[in-house]
């Protein structure tokens, strides 16, 4: 009961700035977190990593900071979280390296290279007649925003239109090209 008394008291004094009582209830939870937080994740080294951005967090979040009566069991329930987000993202982040690898190793054919070239190129060709049915003003707006990159601001500095009318213009134009190309 006496340790919980500091913990406590060591919460609310690092909740209200003061920086040292942050550094002794990291050196009071330090090992009990560790040690908590290798029966979750065996990997010692995300483990303290956890811990030690735990107490970052909570310095830099300290004002937020609920008062808590069990400080303890508080931490270790951020622990854990931390740790599950951890895991959560190196999977995420293993599967997607696991599908660039995959299609890296995935070699095309030459008859689907050419099969694709080719499909580009239609693609290309139904786009060109789809623009040339565009007013000269929409061949110009569309010019300007998808191939040279300009934002609608720019366009409109460039066009001496206002930002609404080069939007609506660009709009209109893009629900031509998606009728003519269907």
């Known amino acids: 009961m006496l340790f919980e008394e500091d913990d406590r008291n060591f919460w609310e004094q690092m909740r209200l700035g003061d920086k040292q009582a942050l550094f002794e209830l990291y050196n009071l939870m330090y090992f009990h977190l560790i040690r908590y937080g ?13 811990v030690n951005q735990i107490f970052l967090n909570l310095w830099e979040k300290r004002s937020r900071l609920p008062q808590v009566d069990h400080v303890r069991s508080y931490l270790m329930t951020v622990l854990k979280r931390c740790i599950l987000d951890q895991i959560f993202y190196q999977d995420r982040t293993n599967n997607a390296l696991s599908k660039m690898i995959a299609e890296e190793e995935e070699e095309l054919s030459y008859e689907e290279i050419l099969i694709r070239v080719q499909q580009d190129d239609d693609l290309k060709k139904k786009l060109s007649i789809a623009i040339q049915q565009l007013s000269p003003r929409q061949i110009e707006l569309v010019r300007l925003k998808f191939f040279e990159g300009l934002s609608y601001e ?10 609404k009318t080069s939007y609506n213009t660009i709009y209109d134009a893009i629900k031509v090209l998606r009728r003519l190309l269907k």
Not at 39 to 48: A, G, M, T, Y
């Open 38 to 50: 290798l029966k979750i994740q065996p990997d010692h080294e995300l483990v303290k990593d956890a």
């Open 154 to 163: 720019q366009i409109a500095e460039r066009t001496s239109q206002t930002i």
